[in-house]
């Protein structure tokens, strides 16, 4: 089980979907496929078609940036951070 924290623009936009919550995957892309079963719409928001993740979207194994073929290992955190830009 991976320990996946989520950015705080991502729950408002899908009903019961939790910041903090565990899933059991193998990869980074496994984590978007069991979010995506419970709350269709959400790979759509982190991934681009390809798949690739979105330009925004940086997500972090063990505090080391990680790419959709990323390996999680049980007790793992993943942190999917969005990034912000303005001015």
Known sequence: MAEVHLPSTL????PELPRRIDVDAGTVDEVIDRLEERWPGVRDRLCEPGPALRPHINVYVNR???ALDTAIEGG???DVI???SGG
């Open 82 to 84: 969005a990034a912000i």
């Open 11 to 14: 729950p408002p936009l899908f």
């Open 64 to 66: 080391e940036r990680a």
């Open 76 to 78: 793992s955190r993943v």
